[in-house]
């Protein structure tokens, strides 16, 4: 059964950094695209980072740019997103998600929902003023 995992979700000030992790069980993420959303109390899900399964040319979205990094390590069969100056605009229930793309990257853009067949069940993280 496929399964993604995400961890390290926290309460942090504002300005401060954290680091999200997927882990990826029931199957290996190397042929995998993968990204992560995130889900705001009463706002849609959206796509923040994607990365494709050779791990170059990183997509984000405009209001994460510049300060979250998403990363991913096949052996380990995980992936990240270091994420810094923290603003409590991104508090939000984060998820993380993979597709299977060996052949054609669907990351060309922000990620999209309907993209992504496979998705963990979040990790909380807060940010306080």
């Known amino acids: 059964q496929l399964q993604l995992v995400e961890t390290g979700g926290d309460l942090v000030q504002a300005g401060g950094s954290l680091r999200l992790s997927c882990a990826a069980a029931g199957f290996i993420l190397h042929n995998y695209d993968v990204a992560w959303f995130r889900q705001a109390p009463g706002k849609e899900r959206e796509g923040i980072s994607c990365v494709s399964t050779s791990g170059v040319g990183a997509k984000y979205s405009d209001s994460v740019k510049g300060r979250f990094t998403i990363s991913r390590d096949n052996g380990k069969n995980m992936f990240y997103l270091e994420m810094s100056s923290l603003k409590p605009e991104d508090t939000a229930v984060y998820y993380c998600?993979?597709?299977?793309?060996?052949?054609?990257?669907?990351?060309?853009?922000?990620?999209?929902?309907?993209?992504?067949?496979?998705w963990g069940l979040g990790t909380q993280v807060t940010v306080s003023p």
């Open positions: 998600a993979a597709d299977w793309n060996p052949h054609r990257t669907v990351c060309t853009g922000v990620p999209l929902k309907r993209s992504f067949a496979h």
